[in-house]
């Protein structure tokens, strides 16, 4: 008789791997919490140098602190409401730098990231896990931050904060997620194209809208630098400007990007540019960037060369579309390059929604691109330029795969010999391997000989008794018959050939 025993197995001696789950969400939350603890803090470091090196501080240490709170709110893409105006009325602010929401939206995107990725002995998360903790830890410490800037000079809009704040916070972290995945792509082969096309374009729209901004700025230099000169005297306040101008050149860069798409941008409620002009009176601050802003009035060919910008987006998108419709048919390239047509659409969309907002109330209340014309306009111009193009850049690609000779025969194939009729010594005999015609010249290309030249001599089969063949064998073997003399045989005669 023997006792069976069940043994437990210890228990592991980390904590976390005891707490499984739950520790794992715990570590995610403390990492999103500390992703905005570190946003807030770098500002609030970058507001506090300012506040001391200036010559005229306005405030103690907690309004900078304020400041900072506020700015990081900004950053998220919360609108901001100016108490201290002139009037006294309310103002609001919802022009956000696009650069600064670099800061936050990386250290969400890196706290998600970071929690993907597993240690080892550590249960994983699921994305939407991983999402949801690091997110809630994240939207916490925002939360303080939110009742914190109330206090301060550009409280935020309550509204604002409860929609876009989380909006930002769970797409960074998915991302995040999205990158530890190793950013997998759909496996539809036609829908992971038309993405990248659509990626290319967006690059490319954005890239052109900097150049064009760069050439305007270089063209309006004495205007920039006077405007520069003119916001601050020392050298604390021009730092303080530059960098100001600095995270504020991507949404130059959008401005310019739907200046040539068509649509243009506001520079308040009366004005509007656009490649054809700009009618009315433009109620922007005097700033270094918006020095490159058209004058008014009508549009010289020197403005519609910015048509330029999506014109190329738009062949870039139907190339990267079209140099992998090789295997496609006509259809289906269409539908791709619509498919990058309406992302490249929603993607400016989105970006012209982040950098434009309202300065103020009245006039002041509009600027930037509406994101809706923007969007659209993308659309339209990938969609008429890319298209044609794709469908060009897959004719062009397929013309390698015509044959050379459409007419030519193939070149015929060497039989393997059939051995049912050989002897069995013959048959037992490997024969040569078939000879390769791949140029069809009607010679091998490898061996150099004969297919048959190594085939034993004994392998062809007897014919049967009686027939044609086994007569002509049988007269083959006999010697051939002796001519006559007529010298010797006398009897012999010559017949008549007449």
């Known amino acids: 008789m023997s006792q069976v025993t069940e043994h437990t197995p210890p228990l592991s001696p980390d904590p976390l791997v005891r707490g499984g789950r739950s520790a794992t969400l715990v570590d995610a939350c403390v990492r999103g919490g500390a992703a905005a603890g570190l946003g807030i803090g770098g500002l609030a470091v970058l507001v506090t140098a300012a506040w001391i090196t200036s010559p005229y501080p306005d405030g103690g240490p907690g309004g900078a602190l304020h400041l900072a709170?506020?700015?990081?709110?900004?950053?998220?893409?919360?609108?901001?409401?100016?108490?201290?105006?002139?009037?006294?009325?309310?103002?609001?602010?919802?022009?956000?730098?696009?650069?600064?929401?670099?800061?936050?939206?990386?250290?969400?995107?890196?706290?998600?990231?970071?929690?993907?990725?597993?240690?080892?002995?550590?249960?994983?998360?699921?994305?939407?896990?991983?999402?949801?903790?690091?997110?809630?830890?994240?939207?916490?410490?925002?939360?303080?931050?939110?009742?914190?800037?109330?206090?301060?000079?550009?409280?935020?809009?309550?509204?604002?904060a409860a929609l876009w704040l989380p909006v930002t916070v769970v797409a960074s972290a998915g991302l995040g997620v999205w990158t530890a995945a190793g950013r997998p792509l759909p496996r539809q082969e036609h829908a992971a194209v038309g993405l990248r096309a659509a990626v290319l374009a967006v690059v490319a729209l954005l890239a052109g809208g900097a150049l064009l901004v760069t050439v305007s700025l270089a063209w309006h230099a004495g205007a920039a630098h006077a405007s520069f000169d003119g916001l601050a005297d020392d050298w604390s306040g021009r730092v303080s400007v530059l960098l100001l101008a600095l995270t504020l050149v991507p949404n130059a860069a959008v401005w310019a990007a739907s200046y040539g798409l068509g649509p243009g941008f506001a520079l308040g409620s009366g004005a509007w540019a656009t490649p054809l002009g700009l009618p009315g009176a433009a109620a922007v601050p005097p700033f270094p960037l918006l020095a490159a802003l058209p004058a008014a009035g009508r549009g010289s060919w020197p403005h519609w060369t910015a048509a330029v910008v999506p014109a190329v987006a738009a062949l870039l998108l139907g190339w990267c579309a079209g140099r992998s419709a090789r295997r496609w048919t006509a259809k289906e390239t269409v539908l791709t390059a619509l498919v990058a047509s309406w992302a490249c659409g929603a993607a400016?969309?989105?970006?012209?929604?982040?950098?434009?907002?309202?300065?103020?109330?009245?006039?002041?209340?509009?600027?930037?691109?509406?994101?809706?014309?923007?969007?659209?306009?993308?659309?339209?111009?990938?969609?008429?330029v890319g298209v044609p193009t794709a469908l060009g850049v897959r004719a062009w690609a397929r013309r390698d795969r015509t044959p050379a000779a459409a007419g030519a025969p193939e070149p015929a194939a060497v039989a393997a010999p059939d051995r049912a009729g050989m002897p069995e010594e013959a048959a037992r005999t490997p024969g040569p391997e078939p000879v390769r015609d791949e140029d069809g010249d009607g010679e091998g290309d490898e061996l150099g000989f004969e297919a048959y030249g190594l085939l034993p001599a004994a392998w062809e089969p007897a014919p049967p008794a009686g027939s044609l063949g086994s007569a002509r064998s049988a007269t083959s073997a006999q010697p051939p018959a002796p001519k006559p003399d007529p010298d010797r045989d006398p009897a012999w005669k010559e017949p008549d050939r007449t």
């Open 69 to 160: 709170a506020g700015l990081w709110l900004l950053a998220h893409g919360v609108d901001l409401v100016r108490t201290d105006t002139l009037s006294g009325v309310a103002a609001p602010l919802g022009v956000a730098p696009m650069l600064l929401m670099a800061l936050p939206g990386w250290l969400a995107h890196r706290a998600a990231r970071d929690t993907s990725d597993a240690e080892e002995g550590r249960p994983r998360l699921t994305a939407a896990g991983a999402v949801g903790a690091v997110s809630g830890g994240y939207l916490l410490v925002a939360v303080g931050v939110v009742a914190s800037a109330a206090n301060g000079p550009l409280p935020a809009d309550p509204l604002a």
């Open 348 to 384: 400016l969309a989105v970006l012209a929604a982040l950098a434009g907002g309202p300065l103020g109330s009245g006039r002041l209340s509009a600027f930037g691109p509406v994101w809706w014309q923007t969007g659209a306009a993308a659309v339209l111009w990938c969609a008429v």
